[in-house]
């Protein structure tokens, strides 16, 4: 695992904006309990309740098979909040806008998404923009939504992976984020009104898998990416979501990242490693496949933190 490779693709989960319920080496799947979808030109009875999914690979669902293989599945948070909305009293049909590759400026201004990147049972919506899509279904259905969700910023990240000064490539495209992460808000706001649920996501640390690294300048990597989390990257994130009223769930620390590095655990194969390191593994493919991607039960943990803003009926 070399710095470069590790630093290039956990880099993507810096900014989400990160980026299901089996064990640590459960292989992705499509075949997880069916999720009503539908898709955004199909009409549906007056009393439905959507959950629109806008953002990257995260929204759409996308688990690794290898490395240097995956696909969406529905095992991604978005298809796991409707039965766990469920739980609360909700009935919600789930649009997924979700495309895997986005960035923040795809989002506003790409058309379209292959299919292949579109999270299983979503509908094209070419030549619409992402944002323009799903503002254009929620401006349509403003009554009937639910809940939207926002996953997106990592993949503006990835390049910094490359740099000679990551955390110095960081400032300027973490800005970009914010930019364009509230332009993309503000429209959602204005379609869907005051009263619609908005809730956006971080990532995970993943540059925790770096602690597994023979590589002494990717370890130090590790607790400082625990930093700029907790300091730099999620504060930042939260204030742009709270401009419009939307709630901002910390990933983050919900995943374990903020725990103490000298705490250990045994982990196979992997031996006695940090709690928070055991964490990343067991709920993301940081550690198997160097991916940034959640495993069934890291995309559970989302879930249950969406569902978790869901007022109880």
Known sequence: MTSARLAAVTLA????AGCTSSTSGTSPSTSA?????????????????YYVSI????????????????????????????????ARGYDLTLVNFGCSGATTASVLHAPGCAASALGPGAAPYGP?????????????????????TVSIGGNDITTCGFSASPLTCLTPALDTVKTNLAALLAGLRAAGGPGVRIVGITYPDVLLAGELSPDAATRGLAPLSVQAFRSLINPALMATYSTVGATFVDVTAATGAYGSLSATTTLAPYGTIPVPVAKVCQLTYACQYTDIHPRTNGYAIIAKLVAGTLPSR
Do not use: C, M, W
């Open 128 to 148: 619409k923009t992402q944002a323009g899509a799903a503002e254009d279904f929620v401006r349509t259905h403003r009554a009937q939504i639910a809940l939207v």
């Open 13 to 16: 989960a810096f900014v989400v």
């Open 33 to 49: 309990s069916p999720t009503r979808t539908t898709q955004a030109t199909t009409s549906a009875p007056s009393g439905t309740q």
């Open 55 to 86: 953002g990257d690979s995260y929204a759409a669902g996308y688990q690794p098979t290898s490395h240097s293989g995956g696909h969406t599945t529905r095992n991604g948070f978005a298809y796991q909040v409707v039965p766990a909305a469920k």
